[in-house]
């Protein structure tokens, strides 16, 4: 199921499942022309790199083939954390993904309600309508 699992993980960088994380500056340092001091919260939001084009080319195209063979450089895509902050459930949630992937392409087919519906940031994404679908089970 690696394809499977390229399309979840691109589907998450577009739609990440959480906007950002905080963390407490450990020392003093400069980005950007601005000094940081020791002890400030910095929130790092996952925009600054799921839709950097330095990072992803034409980063608002669905293509899931940028997760083939190594992927994208470590600590660019982080959808479950990374070093010591890795989210302890990520194989479970990876696992829990695929099966319900699988289930979901194989015994039905979607259709939405409303097809050109926009996404709003509150602060994370949300259908403006809900996004209504229609389940149709597989004949």
Known sequence: MKY???????????LPPAQGAYRVAMTDFSFAGYTI????????TV?????????????EKF??????????????????G???????????ARLEILV????LVTKFKLMKVIPNEKFI???SPVPVE?????????N
């Open 121 to 123: 940031y509150t602060p």
């Open 4 to 14: 499977s699992w390229n399309v979840a993980c691109e589907s998450m960088r577009l």
């Open 47 to 59: 925009h600054s790199t799921n839709k950097n084009p330095k990072y992803f080319p034409d980063p």
């Open 100 to 103: 319900f992937m699988h289930n």
């Open 82 to 92: 990374g070093g010591p902050h890795m989210c302890p459930g990520k194989e479970y």
């Open 37 to 44: 001091p020791k002890g400030w919260k910095t929130f790092w």
């Open 130 to 138: 809900g996004l209504h679908i229609r389940l149709l089970p597989h």
């Open 63 to 80: 293509d899931p083939s940028r997760f083939e063979g190594n992927g994208p450089a470590p600590f660019i895509y982080v959808p479950f």
